[in-house]
């Protein structure tokens, strides 16, 4: 294996042959992945907390990062914690050299324990590995298209402090015309945008545990909006569910990938202050949706002053952008 300089400071990079602990991500078509900015793993539980795996396959721009792999682990449903929360992890992220069966272990080089907080919710590498070299098969980062990470999350201490708020920002804001709920959008890169608006009436008078919005077009798939009103399994009564799926998953076959890039959005009809998830998600026959079974409290969904719940109506949004 050719020898790797690994460029951010204060990163630690032993070899372990032991795999991750609580994680692993197997990405089969990373040369997909780089259609994207930012991909999102599925959710998995660690300290009593759920995290995500967070990969830029072109590296995370804001950090100046370019050219590199970054990988993140980010906390998710902090939205449903006590505000003023605080958790302290001792974390690592793993990537696996398959042509020798080791794992590359990136931590701290101090052994820090890194808080995480409502401004700051995931931490991570920003350059784990140049691109050139993650793409060597000499290596064994990437071979026949496929790269393997993982985390491993140990929480440390846990803390509360006092009220705080956060106001989450949207970026590439659209507007939508009143004639029609559906259109499409070209971005720059020749990936398709579908926006689909779905408008609930009477949402306290809704008796069926799940609902489904009409089917729409996104990159060449059918798509539906699913909402649980009341939420589902073990967020029942306490939380809004909300999912992307496919409408007609039946339709593929059992090899067939669609990566999209997707945002789910309660709309705030009162003054624009929209409550939103992003994610992306490789959706296949088996695997036909992606979403949040605690996308919002159901008890803040409901307080008047918020505007997601108005004259008993609701107004949900889904964006999804399918790679070209």
């Known amino acids: 294996m050719a020898n790797l300089e690994f460029e951010q400071d204060g990163v630690s990079t032993p070899f372990s042959y032991t795999p991750p602990t609580h994680y692993t991500l197997k990405i089969e078509s990373f040369s ?7 991909f999102e793993s599925g959710e998995f539980d660690a300290g009593g907390y759920k995290w995500k795996l967070v990969v830029y396959p072109n590296g995370y721009k804001k950090k100046n990062a370019e050219d590199h ?18 958790v302290f992890v001792d974390f690592r992220l793993f990537l696996l050299d398959q042509n020798k069966g080791i794992y590359l272990v990136l931590q701290d ?30 290596n064994g980062y990437l071979i026949d298209d496929t790269c393997v990470f993982g985390a491993e999350v140990f929480v440390c201490k846990e803390r509360r402090a006092g009220k705080a708020e956060c106001l989450p920002r949207i970026n590439n804001a659209v507007i939508v015309s009143k004639e029609n709920n559906d259109f499409l959008h070209k971005k720059e890169n020749n990936d398709f945008m579908n926006k689909h608006v779905w408008k609930i009436e009477e949402f306290s008078k809704l008796t069926p545990e799940r609902l489904e919005s009409k089917p729409f077009n996104a990159g060449g798939q059918t798509w539906k909006i699913v909402l649980y009103p ?4 073990d967020v029942k009564d306490t939380h809004v569910s909300l999912f992307l799926k496919l409408a007609n998953p039946e339709k593929l076959s059992t090899a067939s990938k669609i990566l999209a890039q997707f945002t789910l959005r ?4 009162l003054s624009a202050k929209h409550f939103f998830r992003q994610a992306s998600h490789c959706f296949r026959a088996s695997s036909p949706s992606f979403g949040w079974s605690n996308f919002i409290m159901l008890g803040f969904f409901k307080e008047r002053d918020k505007g997601y719940l108005v004259m008993n109506t609701c ?10």
């Open 69 to 86: 792999i970054s990988v993140y682990l980010e906390m998710a449903g902090a939205e449903s914690l006590e505000t003023g929360w605080e």
């Open 32 to 38: 997909l992945l780089k259609k994207l900015n930012r």
């Open 315 to 324: 107004v949900v949004e889904a964006e999804v952008t399918v790679p070209s």
């Open 230 to 233: 009341k939420g589902m399994n």
């Open 109 to 138: 080089a101090n052994l820090n324990k890194m808080c995480l907080h409502v401004a700051m919710l995931e931490v991570g590498f920003d350059r784990v590995i140049p691109l050139k070299s993650f793409a060597d098969a000499s």
């Open 266 to 269: 309660i709309v705030d009809q």
